[in-house]
């Protein structure tokens, strides 16, 4: 059976802790990234709503491009076989 000592149990929080750290580090990294680009491209004092409907117009353009490319293959296919 397994017993959890306080050696185990500081190690597991620290542990927890570091890898909450590097959580937060990586998102505040992420925002800091997407901020530049936003600024890149003119964007830069723009608010979270803006953000997020960027955020799905990007996902449209790329389910658009797989239908696109979908639809290419078939025709490509037909094309073959005739």
Same mark, same amino acid.
């Given at each position: 059976? !397994?017993?959890?000592?306080? @050696?185990?149990?500081?190690?597991?929080?620290?542990?927890? $802790?570091?890898?909450?750290? $590097?959580?937060?580090?990586?998102?505040?990294?992420?925002?800091? @990234?997407? $901020?530049?680009?936003?600024?890149?491209? #003119?964007? #830069?004092?723009? $608010? %979270? !709503?803006?953000? @997020?409907?960027?955020?799905?117009? %990007?996902?449209?353009?790329?389910?658009? @491009? /797989?239908?696109?490319? %979908?639809?290419? /293959?078939?025709?490509?296919? %037909?094309?073959?076989?005739?």
């Amino acid at each position: 059976m !397994f017993e959890m000592t306080p @050696e185990i149990a500081n190690r597991a929080k620290e542990h927890a $802790d570091k890898l909450t750290a $590097d959580k937060k580090k990586k998102a505040a990294q992420y925002i800091a @990234e997407r $901020d530049e680009k936003l600024k890149a491209i #003119g964007l #830069g004092d723009c $608010d %979270k !709503f803006y953000v @997020e409907k960027l955020a799905k117009v %990007k996902a449209i353009v790329v389910e658009v @491009e /797989q239908e696109a490319v %979908k639809e290419a /293959q078939e025709i490509l296919k %037909k094309a073959q076989g005739t």
